[in-house]
């Protein structure tokens, strides 16, 4: 079984940055789909953004559209996730997950979909 590894994680001032970054072992992402999800105390599992990379087309949610970037790392099998402008409520989990049919209508903002997960790095925003 393919395994996601999340890394670039930990605490941030609002207003700062954050990448992270999505590598797989025993899996390629090559024309795949690979998302990024959060999940904060309390809260239900939610989309962040996504990549169809056979048609390199990406969505993201409204609440990070405009901030962050999910995009191919061009130097290695990876994907990876910048975020910038973070605000306090960006505070979550963020898990990276693939093997879905992201490309066809919402599909890509569905957490029940992905195959394989990641562990998650977790996030923290302060003020």
């Known amino acids: 079984l393919p395994k996601l590894l999340e890394s670039g994680g930990g605490s941030a001032q609002a207003g700062g940055w954050k990448r992270l970054s999505c590598e797989a072992s025993?899996?390629?992402?090559?024309?795949?789909?690979v998302g990024w999800f959060r999940q904060a105390p309390g809260k239900e599992r939610e989309a962040v953004a996504a990549?169809?990379?056979?048609?390199?087309?990406?969505y993201y949610s409204d609440s990070v559209k405009g901030r962050f970037i999910i995009a191919r790392d061009n130097d290695k099998d990876a994907v990876y996730l910048h975020m910038n402008d973070l605000k306090p409520e960006d505070t979550a989990m963020y898990y990276c997950?693939?093997?879905?049919?992201?490309?066809?209508?919402?599909?890509?903002?569905?957490?029940?979909?992905?195959?394989?997960w990641g562990q998650g790095t977790q996030v923290t925003v302060s003020t």
């Open positions: 025993s899996y390629s992402f090559s024309m795949k789909c």
């Open positions: 997950a693939t093997d879905w049919p992201c490309q066809h209508g919402s599909a890509w903002s569905r957490p029940d979909l992905p195959n394989y």
């Open positions: 990549i169809y990379l056979s048609w390199a087309t990406t």
